[in-house]
C-alpha cells in the first residue's frame, strides 16, 4: 500500500480579508495593523486593485513592513470577482506569500474598493473586516448588505472627520450594531489611541482564537446583482450565483 501523507500546513497563517467601498480607508487600516503589531506577529500583505498595484506601493512606502511582505495581485475585474468568485490568483498569491517567509502569523488580503455587497470566500479568507467611513455618510451602517451584516468586524473609519461632514458617530454605530445583530463594531480614528488599541486587539484576539482551531469561516452568501464601469466606461451588469 502506498504511504498516506498528511498535507503540509506549517507555513499556514490566519487570513483575514479587508474589504469595503472606495475610500474608506482599507489601506490606512491595514498600515495601522502592521504599525501596532509588526514587533509582535509575523505579518505580510496582499492588495488588490484591478490595474494597477498603487495600494501595494502605497503601503511599502509607509514603511510599516518589509517591503517584499506586501504583494500586489491585479486582479483586471471587478473587485469582488477575485475576492469572491475567482480567488485562485489571490490564493496563489497568499500561498507564495506564505511560503517565502515561512511561518507567517497573519496575512491581509486587502480588497480592491467596491460597494456594499463585497465579502470574500472563506476558500480565501479566514475571518473578515468590512470598513466604512463616516464621510460616506452616516445612514450607510443601516442600509446593510452582506459586508456590513456578516464580516467579522465593521469598523467606522475616520471618526475624527465626522464634525466636518455633519455625521453623529454614536448614532451610526448604534445604526451599524443593529444592522449586524450584536456583532461587533469598531469606530476608528488613526489619531485616536484607544480605538486603535481596541483594532489590535481585536486581530490578537481573532489571531488566537484562529490558531486554536475555534473559528470556522462563515460563508456570506452570493453577491447581490450589481452593476460597474470598465475601463472604457461601459457599464457592466453581473448576477453572481454559487453552488452549494
Known amino acids: ?7 503540509d500546513t506549517t507555513t499556514r497563517s490566519f487570513r483575514l480579508g479587508v474589504a469595503g467601498p472606495v475610500g474608506t480607508g482599507k489601506s490606512s487600516l491595514i498600515a495601522t495593523v ?6 509582535e506577529l ?4 496582499i492588495t488588490n486593485d484591478i490595474y494597477t498595484d498603487e495600494d501595494a506601493r502605497l503601503l511599502r512606502s509607509a514603511g510599516v513592513l518589509d517591503p517584499e511582505r506586501i504583494r500586489a495581485v491585479e486582479t483586471g ?4 470577482t477575485a475576492i469572491r468568485d475567482d480567488v485562485t490568483p489571490n490564493l496563489i498569491a497568499v ?5 517565502d517567509f515561512a511561518p507567517l502569523d497573519v496575512v491581509l488580503v486587502e480588497s480592491g474598493g467596491d460597494n456594499l455587497t463585497a465579502t470574500f470566500s472563506p476558500a480565501l479568507v479566514d475571518a ?12 450607510v451602517a443601516r442600509k446593510g448588505g452582506p459586508g456590513i451584516a456578516r464580516a467579522d468586524l465593521l469598523v467606522v473609519n475616520k471618526t475624527d472627520l465626522a464634525q466636518y461632514v455633519g ?4 448614532q451610526m454605530v448604534k445604526d451599524a450594531e443593529a444592522a449586524r445583530n450584536g456583532k461587533p463594531v469598531l469606530a476608528l480614528s488613526r489619531h485616536d489611541p484607544e480605538s486603535v488599541a481596541a483594532l489590535k486587539d481585536w486581530v490578537l484576539a481573532m489571531t488566537k482564537i484562529v490558531r486554536d482551531g475555534n473559528h470556522t469561516p462563515v460563508d456570506p452568501g452570493p453577491m447581490a446583482p450589481h452593476s460597474h464601469l470598465d475601463e472604457n466606461g461601459v457599464m457592466i451588469s453581473h448576477t453572481h450565483a454559487h453552488s452549494h
Do not use: K, N, S
Request: proline share 10%; net charge negative; glycine share 10%.
Open 128 to 139: 473578515q473586516i468590512f470598513v466604512l467611513d463616516v464621510a460616506g455618510g452616516g445612514d
Open 1 to 7: 500500500m502506498p504511504e498516506t501523507t498528511q498535507p
Open 95 to 99: 500561498e507564495d506569500l506564505e511560503r
Open 42 to 45: 509575523r505579518l505580510g500583505v
Open 77 to 80: 475585474a471587478c473587485p469582488h
Open 167 to 170: 455625521v453623529d458617530v454614536p
Open 34 to 39: 502592521c504599525r501596532e503589531l509588526a514587533a
